[in-house]
């Protein structure tokens, strides 16, 4: 290719040659003119720059105006595409008079496209409206299709960089119909792209990822290396709205690194300033300001005044983040002039909540008001739906701080309705539904906490509910047929005695605001009694944390054992000696259980009656050892009251009675690091257990290279029992089985031997008891959403209950806990009776009375019980 655009060069400098041959002046005009255009694709700017020049004083001496203008036009464009926006504009201007003078239709149209592109550049959207308008009805006049398209195009860029969404993709809807009947791939690419920045302005995220990845497609197909950047660009942006930081810097260093190799100096900066955004998020502020100061000078560079009123907006949120929040001020109300001065309207409304959030850090509540209502009257007229959110939780935030509690719940309830609009959008993406809950909690805690203040205790419980587990309870209302357009339990007129219906004789549900930790203590009778309590000395985080290094969850695990982390490669935790510290009795009144009991337990301790508990955790104590924290009292735990609903609720032949999957000790001596060591051991205790567990039950079980990936989720579906005894991943609890056979002759991949959660939550389980004997199993990353990992993964495939640990756990204990666990549940009691006596007969005994050995046990969901095959 680049062989063919100096050959068009030399050709040119041909013609040129022959044309002064000749002294033919205007044949001499248009060779340099023709050469011109050679140096301005290949691309030579600078070049084609001097060989105008040299063709614009031939045109005037003969006369020619059309080629006058035509070459001013061309200038233009070489300026332009050196971002001299400024310089291209004067140019533009003249190719647009001379154009109307000489009656050149074609010509005014183009240099209407021109300037309207140029002004665009420099962030000036309603003057690159006015002349976009003017292109398209030349375009019509002339009958034009493809100007036509283009005119449509242009309009969508303009009234997206405005604000104004809808608008936008009524344009490029038009462009995306012209471009496909003209078969022009790479520009429906562009337009796809276009679609995608549009979706996310109005907080369709699902719609704006799917644009997106169809434009990146497109880029890769036909070689469009810049649309390739700026897809990633887009995918980024989508990505860290939803709260996937990680993800979407991948995707902005993409865009960085292709923004660089073509030289597109407006694109590099857009990626800095998009860096800038993910690391400030990420609490990195020495990167982010890097990021932000590039952002900046380039802007200036290239003369962007909406850029750089923006990079201005972002170094504001560096201030603001350190505390600094008069030095934020200066840089938002130069974000805000420049924002006015182009017509930026996204811009201007971004500044004034900017301006808000700092005058309200600073106290000065009223003023905050004013500025978040400027926001919010901004983001309403163009139709952001996320941004009227945040503007809206804003404004309750003031109201709240002024004690006009009234008007905060108005404003709160506002916002979580538009934020639930946005998430709905999602439809099926389970993990973008979760990324989007969790990044903007802080409005559904707002609303609660807020009616606790207002005195209203059942709706802020009815509040706080609705917030729990969103994703899950869409994925449960598919799972056992629940009207879809029922979005709780707890529908908005239903009072809380409904569900309390299914609920066992008590539940506590808890909930966190930073230390202070709220309990509504439920019971059959229909009676709610709050109580609130502050967590002394740290925070929820470092509670647990303290809790996990004092009973060395890590210390005395052999080699032969559940906890090796087969995603990490990580033997740390493996290499350590049996230890000989001395343990604390549970049954003594110093132990380290005392302080979350003192937390979780002790302040409703007198209002629990009865042996049976169903808890609702938040935060991190949803990774709490709640079965542990109690003697007398069988502990159990569920996302959310409305989930415990639909759970128990499923219609009665909807969970099996009979059947049961063992699975135990994969073979995993074809299981490598990346290195081709091995580096997971065998369990022969877990094949013990799973051999135990088929003798009781009649079951032959799924050991050795029978236990494949692809035969344990083929044969899970229908059972009532299924029993996994292998390694699990630290951070998500996945499985270890063993490798499928198609990869004979290859190192098997991960995707061939680890049990993930989107594995399990692609089946339909009828299971009424899930055991994951497994080394943390019952982990996951924390969310808004509660705990999301394999456990969470097998309640939405259809689980009634899972068993599952919240730490490592050694080989040999889990065979004797197995087998006591086991043992009750063949006498017929409940999964809950057989744990809480599983763990007692553990706690007393002398060899693993360590709190590390007896209490990881957790059950999750509802207490079921398992009809056995007469011996």
Known sequence: MVDEKWEAVEQRMLELAIAISVEDRYREGRAHFRLGGAYLNLPDYQQAIKTYARALPIFREIGCRADEGSTYGNLGNAYFSLGNFKQAIEYYEKHLSIAKEVGDRAGEGCACGNLGHAYLSLGNFKQAIEYYEKYLSIAKKVGETVWERTGYGNLGNAYGNLGYSKQ???????HLNITKEVGDRAGEGSTYGNLGIAYLSLGNFKQAIEYSEKHLSIAEEVGDTDGMGSANGNLGNAYRNLGNF???????????????????????????????????SLGNFKQAIENYKKHLSIAKEVGNRAKEGLAYGNLGNIYFDQGNFKQAIEYYEKHLSIAKEVGDRVGEGGAYGNLGNAYCALGSFKEAMDYHKHSLSIFKEIGDCLKEAIAWYSQGRDYELLGSLSNALSCYRSSIKQFDKTRHSLKSEDELKISFRDNFRVSYTALWRTLLKNGEIGKALDAAEKGRAQALMDILKDQYGVDSHSSSALAPNQTLTAALELLPSQAVFVALDNNKISFWVLRKDNEITFRQNEIANGSADLLMKTFLKEIGVCDGVKCENRSLDPLRNDLSCNKKPISEKTVIPFSSSVNSLQPLYDVLLGPIADLLQGNDLLVVPDGPFCLAPYSALSESIRIRTIPSLTAFNMIVGAPNDFHSKTG????????????????????????????????????????????????????????????????????????TGEIVLAPN?????????????????SDVQTISLRARLVVLSCCHSGQGEVKSEGVVGIARAFLCAGARCVLVSLWAIDDEVTLLFMRSFYQHLVDGKSASVALQQSMKSLRESKQYCAIKHWAPFVLVGDDVTLEFPKK
């Open 246 to 280: 990680e993800l979407a810097i991948e995707y902005y260093e993409k865009h960085l690194s292709i923004a660089k190799e073509v030289g597109n100096r407006a694109g590099e900066g857009s990626a800095y300033g998009n860096l800038g955004n993910a690391y400030l």
């Open 660 to 731: 049961a999957l063992l699975v135990g000790d994969p073979w995993l001596k074809e299981v490598t690091n990346e290195k081709g060591e091995l580096f997971l051991e065998q369990l022969p205790c877990a094949k013990k257990e799973v051999e135990m567990i088929g003798q009781l039950l009649q079951t032959t079980p799924l050991t050795g290279k029978s236990a494949t990936k692809a035969e344990v989720l083929k044969s899970m579906k229908s059972v009532a029992l299924v029993h996994i005894a292998s390694h699990g991943c630290q951070e």
């Open 168 to 174: 936008a993709i009524e344009y490029y809807e038009k």
């Open 741 to 757: 056979n198609e990869r004979k002759s290859q190192i098997p991949e991960k995707e061939d031997y680890i049990l993930k959660m």
